[in-house]
């Protein structure tokens, strides 16, 4: 039997696999979601509710990074970059907003050479209600040589099916999937793949109707998918 392996390399702060209760929320330094590179994010923030979202990173020296970040409508929000052992979003140590009441952009970007190894952290915030947000992190140089984050639990078998909508269909992502009966959706311990190229080879598995296997992290982010040919 043959087999391709496919794995994505996450350049992130390891969390213990000590159960799905304790995934980090965003809600804090503390509590920073770890993202990786070229993953696509999209989430909320509310300035009633909750005014910022806090994302970690690992980042070797040298490497020249670009955040790029948007909204389906041009509003008052704002990104902020900050370097390892920040407490505070006054800790900016590069931004990009719209402030309230002040010019409104649907779109926002951060460029910055890393001056030394660490963990980094990214803000979204919102100066007004229910502000939709996408983001995505890229790099240039060599990244820090970082294992795959600890295995959580497997899905495996046929890919039931895969449903786009017009709100992700531009990043070419999902809203849901289901694997082996199993459904993979935002609310779900599974999340869909937050990666087009992953999504891919999901569809070309469904295309040809054989089985997957999908490793999925803490977070519950798939970050290794195998595909079995008979």
Request: glycine share 6%.
């Amino acid at each position: 039997m043959k087999h391709l392996l496919i794995a994505v390399m996450g350049l992130m702060t390891l969390i213990p696999a000590a159960g799905l209760a304790q995934v980090p929320d965003g809600s804090d330094f503390s509590q920073a979601i770890p993202i990786y590179f070229g993953q696509t994010i999209n989430d909320t923030v509310d300035s009633a509710t909750r005014n910022l979202q806090t994302y970690s990173i690992s980042l070797a020296k040298g490497q020249q990074i670009s955040i790029r970040a948007k909204t389906t409508t041009a509003t008052s929000w704002g990104i902020c970059f900050l370097a390892p052992g920040a407490t505070a979003k006054s800790n900016c140590i590069a931004a990009d907003e719209s402030p309230y009441n002040n010019s409104h952009d649907a779109t926002h970007s951060i460029d910055y050479q890393v001056a030394a190894a660490g963990v980094y952290y990214l803000q979204v915030f919102a100066y007004v209600p229910s502000v939709s947000y996408q983001f995505q992190i890229t790099a240039t140089g060599t990244p820090i040589a970082t294992p795959n984050p600890t295995s959580a639990g497997c899905l495996t078998g046929q890919v039931d099916y895969i449903t786009y909508s017009l709100q992700l269909i531009a990043a070419s992502l999902p809203d849901e999937a289901s694997i082996g009966g199993t459904k993979l959706c935002p609310s779900c311990s599974v999340k869909p793949p937050a990666y087009p190229q992953l999504v891919n080879k999901l569809e070309t598995a469904m295309g040809l109707n054989v089985g997957v296997q999908a490793c999925y992290d803490a977070t519950g982010n798939i970050f290794q998918l195998k595909m079995n040919h008979p």
